[in-house]
T-cell receptor, first 114, second 120 residues
């Protein structure tokens, strides 16, 4: 049973480009969470999605960031017009239900903006 | 809003010795979960141990145990017989307990982390 798969592991983008980060949850999981880890800091919640629905986006920056979890395919975190401050590790986690269950993490995508 | 504080940015311990990592948190919730995660250089987030707030008994997983003090809002991690493979960043995390029928999500609030180095 494969775990949470994130790709790419490393992504380099120039300022102003778009970054697309993908997350395939564990088999049977329909709840996905995205977290951001800035250098020397802990993980910060960004968004919680169920299939085709954004449930909680309280941690998402108001501009340039968006997330989706379509009926088919992986969840996508999209960052438009990237800036240096977007450089971070982005983690995806998934859970089987939306209440009181453990979330399993992927290995993260390290985004570097040059 | 909940906050989690880890006051030790870095810790060192000799192999085979015992080390304790500190964590305090602030919440107005009565029902919640607390976790310790390990993040080795590979960056993979690995769940080390989990504690339900309603349980008085401290959780234990092999060499890892916690000291949960609900009134003091303290949740420390003790690692016994430290091994070189324990070298990692350790994060304390909080998750509110939701009514089971309501899927509000299992959102985690993390501390800033403690780097633990095990020396041979």
């Amino acid at each position: 049973n494969a775990g949470v798969m994130q790709n790419p592991r490393h992504l380099v983008r120039r300022r102003g480009q778009e970054a697309r980060l993908r997350c395939s949850p564990m088999k049977g999981h329909s709840h996905v969470y995205w977290y951001r880890q800035l250098p020397e800091e802990g993980l910060k919640f960004m968004v919680y999605l169920q299939k085709e629905n954004i449930i909680d986006e309280s941690g998402m920056p108001k501009e340039r960031f968006s997330a989706e979890f379509p009926k088919e395919g992986p969840s996508i975190l999209r960052i438009q017009q990237v800036v240096r401050g977007d450089s971070a590790a982005y983690f995806c986690a998934s859970s089987a239900t939306g209440s009181n269950t453990e979330a399993f993490f992927g290995q993260g995508t390290r985004l570097t903006v040059v | 809003a909940q906050t989690v504080t880890q006051s030790q940015p870095e810790m060192s311990v000799q192999e085979a010795e015992t080390v304790t990592l500190s964590c305090t948190y602030d919440t107005s919730e009565n029902n919640y979960y607390l976790f310790w995660y390990k993040q080795p250089p590979s960056r993979q987030m690995i769940l080390v141990i989990r504690q339900e707030a309603y349980k008085q008994q401290n959780a234990t997983e092999n060499r890892f145990s916690v000291n949960f003090q609900k009134a003091a809002k303290s949740f420390s991690l003790k690692i016994s017989d430290s091994q070189l493979g324990d070298t990692a960043m350790y994060f304390c995390a909080f998750m509110k307990q939701n009514p089971t029928v309501m899927e509000y999500g299992n959102k985690l609030v993390f501390g800033a982390g403690t780097i633990l180095r095990v020396k041979s």
